[in-house]
Each structure stands twice: as C-alpha cells, then as structure tokens.
C-alpha cells in the first residue's frame, strides 16, 4: 500500500531497495557521479554528517583530544616498515612465537591490494609512487618520533576528520561500501600498555555517549584474532544492526600496544632518563553512521532523524486559508525565530503548494517534529504538532520552546526504545548449528578453539564479531566444548 | 639583536627566512613530512585554519549558499569538455571573432600538466585515469544539469571546503604554494548575465567582510584578458600584500557568463516554457589567506593573530610567588572561566617554567591578549593585561570580560592601521618605466593596448593585476598613450 502511494519500496519487505532509494530520495547524496561508489554529498545530507562530525568534535574536546590534519598522499616507501610489521605478527601467530624473536621480512600485498595509486604527476612518472590513504597510521607514526622526545610529551592525543579511499572491487553502497570515505581517526600515544588500555576505556565510553546521541545500540566485541586489524595486538569492533539483521560496524577501537612504536622507531625518555618505546592506540569511524541511522530508524514514509542530528528539527508549516485576513505566515515566522533564538534548528515551509505534498517531503527527509499553524491554531494560541515517530497533539504557543524541546526528547526516547526492541528481538541464543535463521544475530558462550570457530562459521554461514565487551555474569558451558566459561560471543552476517 | 636573543629571522631585513622559520616555530604547520609541498597542519594552525573557516561559512550562511561535498576524483573523459571549451575560448580571442561561432577542438595540455594522476588502484590499471581535484568545476557541472530543470531551481549556489591539489614544479612555501591545498569553493548557476553580476557583487561584498575580520587590506582587481580564468568570461583577483612588496592572490571570482553552461549543456525552461543557459560564478580562497595573515601581521617576535581568528585571544599566565599564600591558580582559572563564558577563546598557562619562556612562546604564536595575575594583582583586584601590538595595563576584575574585549577591538583595529599604512607606503604612482624600485607596487592610469602592456611588463619586471575596482574619480591620462581614461591599473611582483 506505502509503495503504491507514495512509490517508496517496503523496509520490511524490500530492504535491499528501501535503502538506496531512501538516500536518495531524502537528498542525502546522489549516486549519479560518473564513478562507482563515490557519491556526491548533497546538502541535506551533508548537514546531518556534519552534525554527526560536530557530536564526535565535542567529545574530542572534552577528553583532549587534539584536532590535526594530516596529507592525504602517502608514499609507498613509508609502506615498507608497516607490511614488514604486519608480516612479522602474522608469522609469529601461526609459529606460536613471540613476534619480537622474529626479524622483518618484505611481504607483498596486504594494503597494496586495496588502494588507489598516484604515479603520474603532470607529464611525468613519480619516482617514489604515492597512494591515497586508506587510514593514516603511517603517515602519522612517520611524524610521531619527531613530537615525541620525553614523558612530558605523553599523551599524545590526535585526530582528524579527512576523506579517505578504498579500493572497493565488491558492490558499493552509499555510506556502508563506498570507495571515497569521510572518516574520522584518533591515535593516541602512551607510556605504558595500561594507560594506551585506559585510552581504549574512555573511547568506547565516547562511543556509549555518541551512540545515546544518535540512538543506536550496537554490539561491542573484541575481534577474534583472524580479524584483528593488521598490526594491532587486539580489536574491538562496534557493530551497528540493520533492519535484516546484518551486523554494520561502525566505529573501531585498535590497542597496538608497543608494536607499531617498534616498527616505527617511537620512543621516549622516561623518568630514569631511559629510552622506552611507547603504546599506541587508535580510534575509527565513518560516515557507515550515517548508514546505520537511515537503516535502523527510517520506516516506509521515509527516513526518522534523531533529533541531535537531524538537519532541521522542527519544520513548520504555515496554513494559510484564502479569505482568512489571519497572518499565518507571520505568526510561522515569529515562533521559528522563538524557537531559533533557544538553539533549535527551524525551517518554516512557505512554498506555494498543497500542504499533502510539504508533509510528504519533510517526511521522507525524517524531520522528527512538524508543527502546522493555522487561523484556528492561532485563535487557540497552539501549534498542531505531528511527530514523525506517530501521534500528534496541540502545543501552546506560550511555553514553544519548551514545549518542542521536550517532545524532541520524547522522540528520541521513543526510537531508542524501538531500536532496542528490534535488538531485543533479533539477537537471539544459538542452540543448533543447523537451525540458523535468516535475519538473526546470535549468541553462545564460548570457550573453544580456532578449529571449532570455523566449524561454527562454516557450518552457519555467520561470521565471529567476537567477544562481547558484556560477558555473561555467570560460567556457562562452551557452546562447543563444554568448558565452563563467562565469554559471551556474538555471531552475525555482516557488511 | 632580536636575531642574535631569539633565534628568529629579522621579518624586514630577511623575510624569506623570517617566514618559514616562524610558520614552523610557532607549530602551526611541519614541513618534514616525506612529500615536499605537503604540510602537515598541527594542532595551533589547524584551529586558526578552522575559525577563518567559521567565518566563511557564516558569510556562506547569510548569503544562502548551501555546503555539499563533491568526489576528489574527477575521470579524465569529463575533462574533455572543460579542455574544448578553453581551447575555443582562447582561438576566439586570438582571431578576434565570436567563441560562439567556433567549434569544439581537442586539445592537449591545460590542466593535464597541473594535475595528480590516479591510473592504478590496487593491482589493476584503470580503464579511465582519473585525477586529484585542482578545482571542482568539471565535477560539479557534471552534476548541476541533474539538479537545475526549470527557473524555480534558480538560483543554485552551493560551496564547499575541500582539499585540492596542483602538481606544483616551482618552489614550495607553507600555505602560499603548495601542492595539497586546503581549498573553499562556491559555484553559483543563475537565470540570466544579470544576475550572475550581482552574484560576483555579493562575492566581493563578502571579501570586504571577510579581510575586515582578518585585517587584511587587499587590492580588487580584474584580471587583464591574459591572465583570466580559462573558461571565464571575466576574473577578479583579490590580492594580499606582502611585507616585501609582492602580492598575494588569496581570492578570486570568476564570471563565467553562459560559457560553461553552454559546454556542460546546463539549461533551465523559463517563464516562457523556452529552454535557456545559465549564467554561472565562481568564488575561490584557499589557505593563502593563512600566509597573508603571517606574513602581513607578525613581527620579529613571531606571529600576531587578529582576535577575530586567533585561537587563543587571552592567555593568562599566573604568576605564582614562592612563600605567598594567595591562590593564584586558582584566581587564574576563575578568570578564566568568566572569560570563557561571555565566549572569548581562553588558556590558562599553569606550566612550572620560568615566565620569560611562557611569554616568549605566547608571542611567537601570535596571542592578541596576555594577562599576568599574581598576588599583588589580586590584592587590586586587577590583572595585568599586555597586548602583543605593544601597551601594558591593569584592567578590572569586575569588569573583566567587557574589558578584554575592548582591548581585543582596540587590537583588531591597530592591526587594519598598520596593514593600511604598510600598504600606502607601498602602493605608489609610477612614473618612469626604468625607475623601479624593489619592494613596490605600482598604480597607472591605463588604456593602452595589450603591447603597451607587454611592453610595460617586460621593462618593469611587473605583472599587471588589473583593473582596481576603484577606478580614478576624475579621467587621468593614460600612462602609455595618453588618452584620457578613469582606469587604475595595478602592477606588483606577484607570489
């Protein structure tokens, strides 16, 4: 019925075509660009990221983070140190051996697959070919040692919001799989492991406040070791869920300890006037936010902002009646500049057409509060407000600022609660390996080895997030082995 | 003596030293990542880059201009309309006829030598090579005849802030001419010449507003048919002053009239249901304007930020005395929070170092504001406020914030007074071709030939800005041939 109406496909029915249709549609980007995957940010949507990117500045800010911006060009010599690291750790895991007993070895490959290469320049070939990052932990770690001298230089604590790319060779889709990324990336540097773990900490608690902000639960899971970022000494993933029940990661969070700081020569003189190497951290996330906030609160009318996000969180629209000498307009205009005036972001709609057609719009563009002013509304000093989450009521036009404040709230309570009845509903336990459902996320308690995580994934074609940052608070027995233990592991299709 | 105590350059006797040295000294960029001409911006520059930035946007705000965020990567093929379109304008010019009754020709160069090239991502050679933005004209006008159908979709005025990128062959210099640019851009799409006009009218207005903000005298000027924009119909360059007599294109507008739309096939139906050409603008800065900022305001004791984009507008440096048991820190910290408050940028420097070294390290980052509070201050209620444009006072406590921002004014307004006479002492009257002097710029009433020019050119060793957008009062007669004309026409040594 929603389609035949309006022409937007089912979410629940047709996700694979709600979703790219909805972006859009809402005038978040257009695909139209004559290359695959890289998208042109149009303003609407370009206003939302922008306030998702001023959310993360602020937590930036509050927990002293300093803001850099770093080139995009990376040459390929400085990939030398960071393959060789990355080869070195692969090797020690499958020997069994400490990483540090091992020497570095060149290794082909890894990065190199995935990005977009710079060699030509003008009319000439660089001698020293260059790629577009596709994360900056080289970059930055080449000019780390040059900051870094003493204790008193620790914490370092840098990030920056830059665009960066990927050579993505499977189907690209806006905001999840797109070849050029806005991205946002802290790296920390530290004295020791405890305080780079500390850093781990305090990120995932800024990804507790981020996500209450935009209304998003999401699984936080210590990868397992086959999917642990390349050169980090352990991973935690922060997966987002979409309506099919396919997992999005989001955000992550890399403890290097002191690997990359060997690799790249960082070190420090301590309090006994010793060199020591330091403990590197980094924290990531993209526009894939954006992505999981179209999938997890938008419906079949369109998309639902979160009200800390959304371009405009009160659109009013005015309704003017022929022969009425009422100034609706006026009035529209006064209470958007009230409204204004206490920090909320307003647009009042005066276009000239049929108000069925303006309710369409801000819609499907996910406004989550209208207000329609009319002669009666003003004789009744109310605004007839229509939340985009359902129900609608007369707001007095006395206390408006308040009043828009609190039902903005109200909305998004309302979509967290939504958003975690629909995890609650998808995340489920697993109790037979050949009883897997489509759509579902699950569980087991696990205690067993890298064999049995294959025979797991193998068998039930979903993949280890891995260790949830919540365990069980009580030994339960390996869902493989038996053994008792607290590890609660998460299993999921993923993005 | 300044050289011999602090270690910097003298600014007038050396300003090709005095200029690298303090860019790097006073951390706002490093210059030692592997790629020349690529800086890194660290934390203090990237700030002040970003509150020049705030202040665009607000400009972009208030004239209704709306951000997006194109793709850096621009396929090769799209750039053949741009390279037909400059090849025809140029033949025009050179046969004298109408662009308009010329055909399309290919031709090779133009932007092709000036640009990064991406012809590999991961282990595959492309099938088209794309390349790194210089400027985003082919992409956005790729995408403008998808959004622009009929004159309600006018006008179009869109910008954004993005990294650009010029294989530069000439020497490099922090934020004048390197070769990843941090780069802002406004392209506007109209119904007709007319308004295209008023656009660039509003563009300079905002200049006005803009170098006011940032105390910078500029000179406008239209660039003689030479040296325009390829593609434009007309370009206005804004130009900062060096203290070494050279200017600095920081800005420019171009009117493209309905060239590019005609290229670009962008149309829009009219009143009449007719098909018509937009008429198109440009408006481009970059961060030069954080290199007229250095370069105009610092001194031999570092940088001078102006209020209105200085990162820290007050430090205030405790001055706490051994065996006083008044709580100077803490006074400090209150000051600084009252200030903070009525929205003043504010560090309190509470490092346990000698208060020489504070006060060296705040000058040579240019902080408008110093204020010294110790005991004896307290005792008068007062803290000790020294400028770093010279002066010393003791202001109130009770009225702190109302009176630092007095003095920030007072600061703002002694830097527009010395940049204005800098500038008069420098822009002068020539007289004689052969009587050149170094470190001058020259005005002429003009209304020669482009030989005259040519001939001008060669002798003097000077470039010809233009045409100054304010013209003579009364007709002057023109340098080379005498004839009566109201045209100042500009000439400098350009960066």
Chains 1, 2 share one sequence.
Not at 260 to 266: M, R
Request: net charge negative; charged share 30%.
């Amino acid at each position: 019925m929603g389609k035949a109406k309006r022409g937007i496909p089912s979410k629940i029915e047709d996700f694979n075509s709600w979703y790219p249709f909805i972006v859009e549609a809402a005038e978040l980007v257009d695909k139209r660009y004559p290359i695959k995957g890289m998208d042109v940010w149009r303003p609407y949507g370009w206003k939302a990221m922008k306030l998702i990117d001023s959310l993360t500045h602020h937590e930036m800010e509050r927990t002293e983070h300093e803001e850099v911006n770093f080139p995009l060009l990376i040459p390929e010599n400085l990939l030398e140190k960071e393959n060789a690291l990355v080869s070195r750790l692969k090797r020690a895991r499958e020997e069994g051996v400490d990483p540090d007993d091992l020497r570095d070895e060149e290794e082909e490959g890894g990065f190199k697959k995935e990005v977009y290469w710079v060699k030509h320049a003008g009319e000439n070939e660089l001698e020293i070919p260059m790629f577009l990052r596709p994360t900056s932990e080289t970059a930055m770690y080449t000019m780390f040692p040059l900051w870094i001298r003493s204790h008193k230089d620790l914490p370092l604590k840098v990030y920056q919001m830059v665009n960066t790319f990927r050579y993505e060779t499977k189907q690209t889709r806006s905001f999840i799989r797109v070849r050029e990324i806005h991205f946002f990336e802290a790296h920390t540097a530290h004295a020791d492991e405890e305080c780079a773990t500390r850093q781990i900490e305090q990120d995932l608690e800024i990804v507790d406040n981020l996500m209450h902000q935009l209304c998003l639960p999401v699984i936080k899971a210590k990868r397992p070791i086959w999917d642990t970022f390349p050169g980090a000494f352990y991973t935690i993933g922060i997966d987002a869920l979409m309506p099919n029940g396919r997992t999005l990661q989001v955000a992550s969070c890399h403890h290097y300890k002191d690997q990359w700081a060997k690799a790249f020569n960082l070190t420090y003189e301590n309090l006994d006037a010793k060199q020591e190497y330091c403990h590197q951290t980094t924290y990531g996330m993209s526009e894939r936010l954006m992505g999981a906030i179209v999938g997890m609160h938008g419906d079949d009318n369109g998309l639902i902002f979160p009200p800390a996000i959304a371009p405009y969180q009160v659109v009013i629209c005015p309704m003017i009646r022929k022969n009425s000498e009422v100034d609706v307009l006026g009035k529209a205009n006064e209470v958007a500049m009230i409204l204004k005036e206490s920090g909320l972001r307003v647009k009042v709609d005066s276009r000239d057409i049929h108000a069925g057609q303006k309710y369409f719009d801000w819609e499907i563009k996910g406004v989550p509060l209208r207000l329609d002013i009319g002669p009666r509304d003003i004789e009744n000093n109310t605004a007839f407000a229509v939340r985009r989450t359902g129900g609608k009521e007369p707001l007095s036009l006395d206390a408006i600022s308040k009043e828009c404040k609190k039902v903005l709230d109200e909305i998004s309570d309302e979509l967290r609660n939504r958003a975690n009845s629909h995890t609650e509903n998808i995340v489920t336990k697993l109790t037979d390996l050949n009883e897997v459902e489509d759509g579902k996320i699950y569980e087991i308690a696990f205690d067993g080895t890298d064999a049995h995580a294959e025979t797991i994934e193998r068998t039930t074609g979903l993949s280890f997030l891995g260790d949830s940052t919540e365990p069980y608070s009580e030994e339960t027995p390996c869902f493989m082995s038996g053994k008792l233990t607290k590890r609660r592991v998460i299993l999921a299709k993923t993005y």
